[in-house]
């Protein structure tokens, strides 16, 4: 399955991120997605896309029992075994496609930055529900449709170079978009407002929380920062399995 992730260059440039070097902490959603996590001790918790394992490790501090950290990226999962080690977490190379996901297995399942690459969302959906305990909770963090709906995720600029306005371009059209990210040519997948919230509705999850991220006022005076008021970039859900 493609992943670039597993590419040299843009592995090595994902590495340059200020969430990369920097954790939670430096992560503009972190604000938003820390209080949707319910109680952890004793809990068992599967990560989605879970990188270099940052989302793994809080579960442990927080006094998950037992994680199980996933990802499609050979890359990833090495680096987070590096960084991010612990009795308590288990890291694993698979795409979340593809995980069996047993059945009432999981009291809490994230994803953090990963499921805009999936194609078939409705089908990660049910399987979250399925593998989640009646009251589990999913926890995740997408790209935004408004972000991802228009080609190449970039802004129309102004003739002195600053962006003029983000474009949003065959939002009802879902599916894959070539976009530009850290140099590479990186393949996502655009999914509608209604999709990701009905899709969860159609799996049979209850709703929570739905937020769309404001980058904290600490980190404004990040260049660019200010900008990111200006569109949505992430939307965060918490939805729950009755
Ligand atoms: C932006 S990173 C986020 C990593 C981590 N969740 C975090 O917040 O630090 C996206 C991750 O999703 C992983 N990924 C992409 N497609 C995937 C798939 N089909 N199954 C599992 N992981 C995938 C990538 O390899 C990458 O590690």
């Known amino acids: 399955m493609y992943n670039e992730y597993d590419n040299e260059k843009f592995f090595e440039e994902y590495g340059k991120m200020a969430r990369s070097r920097g954790g939670l902490s430096a992560a503009g959603e ?23 394992g940052w989302h793994c490790a809080y579960a442990v501090e927080q006094g998950a029992e037992k994680v199980l950290g996933l ?33 009432s297995a999981w009291d809490c399942a994230v994803s953090n930055l990963a499921l805009h690459y999936i194609e078939n969302l409705d089908g990660v959906f049910k399987k979250v529900y399925k593998t989640l305990k009646p009251g589990g ?41 070539v976009t530009h990210f850290l140099g590479c040519e990186v393949i996502k997948q655009h999914h509608t407002l209604t999709q990701i919230l009905m899709g969860l509705l159609n799996s049979g999850f209850e709703l929570k929380a739905v937020r769309e991220v404001e980058p904290p006022e600490e980190m404004m ?21 009755r």
């Not at 949707?36 to 989605?48: Q, S």
């Not at 050979?74 to 694993?92: G, H, L, Q």
């Not at 260049?223 to 569109?231: F, Q």
């Open 30 to 52: 972190w604000h938003l997605l820390k209080p949707l996590f319910p109680p952890l001790e004793g809990k068992t918790v599967l990560d989605l896309g879970c990188g270099y």
């Open 71 to 103: 990802d499609l990226s050979r890359k990833m999962i090495e680096e987070a075994e590096r960084r991010n080690p612990d009795d308590k977490i288990r890291y694993r190379v698979c795409g979340m496609e593809d995980y069996e996901y047993p059945e």
């Open 137 to 177: 909770v999913f926890i995740f963090n997408i790209e935004h449709p408004v972000f991802t709906s228009g080609v190449g995720q970039d802004w129309a600029y102004d003739d002195d170079g600053r962006p003029k306005y983000w474009p949003v371009d065959d939002y009802f059209k879902p599916g894959e978009r």
């Open 221 to 241: 005076d990040i260049p660019g920062m200010r900008d990111e008021l200006r569109r949505p970039m992430m939307l965060l859900v918490k939805a729950v399995k």
